[in-house]
């Protein structure tokens, strides 16, 4: 699993490259909490290159929304692949991110 | 059919992984579906590692692959504490962000993705065994 950030005005956008699964969700809750701490409010996780999520990773996603909500900041998901989506819909999270196509959309 | 054994610890999913992929790969089972298996088998196989044993040894889990025409019967077993994955509650899924719990999701995406699904306690051991409809498009 690769995190790549960088920032662009006021959002700071994260790049997911890899398998968000058990062994790798801890590092991206390495990287994301200590950035919402420090006063994020924009984020936007690029889901181009993510091959794999599962419960392990949509528990970081949800946890830091959390957060973020009590900063009133916003997590956006952009580029999710059709399959990676599905997930979101049965867990019922599509209506908890701001889902979009592309980086640019936010 | 294809067995498969691994060790109780989570490093152990990437061996699962590769084998569920190999497996698919040989039988032109789609992406999709491929996803969906090693989704399940990451969330039943955490699920054992995670909350199964209560002592510090290496305990065996086996798992079973084998596909008849488009179904394919998966069994799971483990020798840690007895565990029914069909009686977990199903989360609250309509809740917001401030309500939604963390956790609780790995057994609804199972659920979710499979057919059918029967549990056994046998001889000390967990057994699960659950079928899915392998659509060759997918």
Do not use: W
């Amino acid at each position: 699993m690769e995190i790549a950030k960088r920032k662009q005005d006021d959002k700071l956008i994260i790049s997911l490259n890899g398998r968000l699964d058990a062994n790798t969700a801890g590092s991206l809750e390495q990287e994301l909490v200590p950035l919402i701490k420090a006063g994020e409010t924009k984020i936007v996780l690029d889901m181009d290159m993510l091959e794999y999520i599962s419960s392990a990773g949509l528990r970081v996603l949800l946890m830091c929304m959390k957060m973020l909500r009590k900063q009133e900041g916003t997590m956006t998901l952009a580029r999710m692949k059709d399959f990676i989506k599905e997930v979101f819909d049965i867990a019922g999270f599509t209506p908890i991110f701001e889902i979009v196509d592309s980086v640019e959309d936010v | 059919m294809i067995k498969i054994k691994i060790k109780n610890n989570l490093e152990e999913l990437n061996k699962l992984t590769n084998i569920i992929e190999g497996f698919c790969a040989e039988n032109d089972i789609g992406m999709k579906i491929t996803f969906q298996l090693n989704l399940i088998f990451e969330e039943i196989i955490t699920n054992i590692v995670s909350y199964g044993y209560n002592d510090k040894s290496s305990h065996d889990i086996m798992v079973e692959l084998d596909l008849k025409d488009d179904l394919l019967t998966c069994v799971i077993s483990d020798d840690g504490i007895s565990f029914d994955p069909l009686i977990v509650e199903k989360p609250k899924l309509d809740e917001g962000v401030e309500e939604r719990k963390i956790g609780g999701l790995g057994i609804h995406f199972v659920k979710s993705m499979i057919n059918d699904i029967s549990y056994k306690r046998n001889n000390g051991k967990n057994i699960l065994k659950f079928t899915k409809k392998i659509n060759p498009e997918a």
